[in-house]
């Protein structure tokens, strides 16, 4: 088993935690823990076409500023189609 496991934050559970951000508060934890993640792993948002919107929307959000919602809902259908491919892809 790879040790970096251990600390690396699951993908799916960043995937997980942008969608509560999308919902809840400026969470300075949850904040922090996605910068984390986004500088260390790099490839999961990436992968699927929302890194940038992600990262924008951390600052922006943060920043004191609501994230408008087209981005928003544009954000929630991607990652809704996310998480339901990762779980088709956990039962096989
Ligand atoms: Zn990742």
Redesign the pocket.
């Known amino acids: 088993m790879n040790p970096r496991d251990e600390y690396?934050?699951?993908?799916s559970a960043?995937i997980a935690d942008v969608w509560l951000m999308l919902d809840g508060e400026c969470d300075t934890t949850t904040r922090e823990r996605l910068q984390h993640?986004?500088d260390t792993?790099?490839?999961?948002?990436e992968a699927y076409g929302i890194e940038e919107k992600v990262k924008s929307l951390l600052s922006r959000k943060c920043g004191g500023e609501r994230a408008p919602d087209t981005l928003r809902d544009r954000l929630k259908i991607e990652i809704r189609r996310t998480v339901v491919i990762q779980q088709l892809d956990g039962d096989v």
């Open positions: 690396e934050l699951d993908c960043v993640h986004l792993c790099g490839s999961c948002l």
